[in-house]
């Protein structure tokens, strides 16, 4: 390992499995596989398919633990959004409404009803009853 003194982002090229089969898997497996020396990724496998299927499992592992960082950062973004979203509410001007807008009335029968009322989420549901 070595200690960069500038951040740098990490670039993957995006390879394609039907065009370019051994450096899509190639690519994954240099991602995803922990490797001191890149010689290490295909280990006894003759095509990086084939290592990358042996490694199906530990990949699998990596993958779940990961999992646990991904769950932080959405609960971090969505944090984010919230104060984001609260500071904008905060600093909003009024608004002014020279005329009310009239809603037109839309009748519907029983069987739509019954539809528009299955496809509802749960808070409406909670409304309505």
Sequence with gaps: MTIRNTPAVVRVPNFVAASHPESYYYSLLIQYKPYRNEAELLGEFNSARDAFLANEESLRQTNAYLEIYRER????????????????LEHAEPMELDHEEEVPYLPMNEDQFLQAK????????????
């Design 73 to 88: 950062d959405r609960q971090l973004e969505n944090a984010f959004a919230q104060v984001h979203a609260f500071q904008i």
């Design 118 to 129: 299955q496809s509802m989420n749960a808070g409406q549901k909670e409304i309505l009853h």
